[in-house]
């Protein structure tokens, strides 16, 4: 019915994010979370994920 969609979904599904990808994510986050008027910027989002330590959990 919709096979290339079914075949995105499987491929993100079985998707290990990399330290980069992760660290884009968790900018994202923040730049999007930051209230209206606030003066977070893209740039210091980014520069913000650099010193959160986050563990990975065990598989």
């Keep these: ?3 290339r969609l ?3 979904l ?3 599904r079985n998707h290990e994010m990399t330290d ?3 660290k884009m994510q ?4 923040v ?3 930051a209230p209206e008027g606030s ?3 893209r740039e210091s989002a980014a520069a913000s994920v650099d010193h ?3 563990r990975k959990m065990p598989a």
């Design 10 to 12: 499987e491929k993100a």
């Design 20 to 22: 980069e990808e992760l």
């Design 31 to 33: 730049y999007g979370n």
């Design 52 to 54: 959160l330590r986050v």
């Design 26 to 29: 968790r900018a994202s986050f």
């Design 1 to 3: 019915m919709r096979p």
């Design 39 to 41: 003066r977070i910027t």
């Design 6 to 8: 079914d075949e995105l």
